[in-house]
């Protein structure tokens, strides 16, 4: 267990947080909000406490210069909108410099303050020095809050621990109580859900889960390699040649842990990977060399959504088709369904995955939403995050 911002004094510290205010932007508007104010109840917890807070955030791409185009300015403006208080901005082409340092000495307690995005200095997806240990000079305790960078060691989210106190704000905290109570001690039945593009992204998690699960259930085009290790025709599904070894060798392990496999029994094909492309219904074994799978078919989602409802925990990584495509979006939007009707723990991992919950209008039906698609799937594969890893046992 790592300390959280509730293990240590905050009161009259100057607290610097790495947040993930990489929010998606639109002409200089920010376009969805939801990493910001998932980062308040941190930050407003620290306000409360007297703490001076510093903010620090990465967004975009820069490349380690300055380019106004990625400046945190739009999201100080939108955090002072939420905190309905003044956050100071301190607006500077290197993040750190004596303006900033003198402005972080001026705060007083419960005023915050937000530096430009850290990205501007190419040090810090590198973990170097001076950013590190100028980043530090500024505070005198750390709050790593970013799960959606916690899987990067950088000069924000690692480097600067070996500097100051370090512990998790409550994102991290939660993150790593759903996240971790899914693997670690699970209601059982326990089911994973994997879906998605290619089985090679997934295989470390599924080599990792395969030992915790009770049943593993495939769907998307991942599904289709499978197939042909198994033997059948799949037309011009998507196949991930260099996987069918790794699926031929998950598929004996999960006999050899006697944990149930389940593959999809039917897929929706199309002639083309086109929404308006007719949409053709067969069993697994008999796809026609001319068309491929994009989504799970009726019987199979009948087979899954029975099951499903038997669980108690369901982790979730991976769509079950091509749901971008209304037409091949029913296998995913039954089983988001299946997730949100049942009384299971529900958790759900991946980018894509919680893209499609939220589509679908089920997002407040889950538990757990994650919000690191990278950072969640390095997590599901077991390893140690080193942005959590550099924070103090309790
Ligand atoms: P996540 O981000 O949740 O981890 P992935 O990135 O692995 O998920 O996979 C999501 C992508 O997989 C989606 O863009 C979806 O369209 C695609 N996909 C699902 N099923 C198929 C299929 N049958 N053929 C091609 N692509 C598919
Ligand atoms: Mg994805």
């Known amino acids: 267990m790592k300390k959280t911002v509730r293990d240590i004094d905050v009161s009259g510290k100057k607290v610097l947080v790495r947040c993930d205010f990489n929010v998606p932007m639109q002409d200089g508007k920010i376009t ?12 407003e917890y620290l306000i409360e406490q007297n703490a001076k807070v510093i903010l620090m955030s990465h967004m975009g791409r820069p490349k380690g210069e300055p380019k106004p185009e990625f400046s945190l300015q739009p999201v100080a403006d939108r955090l002072s909108e939420l905190l ?9 082409p290197v993040v750190v410099d004596d303006s900033v340092k003198a402005a972080a000495e001026a705060l007083a307690p419960g005023q915050v303050m937000l530096l430009e995005n850290v990205r501007y200095r190419a040090e810090e997806t590198k973990n170097q020095e001076p950013f590190t240990g100028q980043l530090a000079s500024l505070g005198d305790v750390f709050v790593n809050d970013a799960f959606g960078t916690a899987h990067r060691a950088h000069c924000s989210t690692a480097g600067i621990a070996s500097y100051l106190p370090s512990v998790s704000g409550f994102l991290i905290e939660k993150e790593v109580k759903f996240l971790g109570d899914a693997l670690e001690d699970p209601a059982r039945p326990f089911i994973a859900i994997m879906g998605g593009a290619k089985v090679g992204d997934k295989i470390p998690v599924m080599e990792n889960i395969i030992g915790k699960v009770d ?9 289709y390699t499978f197939f042909k290790a198994m033997g059948f025709e799949i037309g011009t599904s998507i196949l991930d040649e260099e996987s069918l070894d790794m699926a031929r060798d998950i598929m004996k392990k999960a006999e050899d842990a006697g944990v149930e496999f389940l593959l999809p029994v039917d897929t929706v094909c199309a002639k083309e990977f086109n929404n308006d492309s007719p949409q053709i219904v067969c069993d697994r074994d008999k796809i026609p060399a001319d068309i491929m799978g994009m989504d799970i078919g009726p019987k199979t989602v009948e087979l899954y959504t029975k099951k499903l409802a038997e669980a108690k925990t369901i982790v979730w990584n991976g769509p079950a088709g091509v749901f971008e495509m209304p037409n091949f979006a029913a296998g995913t939007k039954a089983i988001a369904q299946a997730l949100a009707d049942g009384d299971a723990v529900t958790v759900i991992g991946g980018g894509d995955s919680a893209a499609a919950v939220e589509q679908f209008g089920l997002a407040d039906k889950m538990t757990h939403i994650s919000t690191g698609g990278g950072a969640s799937l ?6 140690e995050l080193p942005g959590i890893a550099c924070l103090e046992d309790k």
Do not use: N, Y
């Open 215 to 223: 049943a593993l259930m495939i769907g998307g085009g991942m599904s």
């Open 378 to 383: 390095e997590f599901l594969e077991g390893k």
């Open 32 to 43: 969805d909000d939801r990493r910001i104010t998932a980062a308040l109840p941190t930050i």
């Open 84 to 92: 309905k208080q003044d956050v100071v901005f301190a607006k500077s």
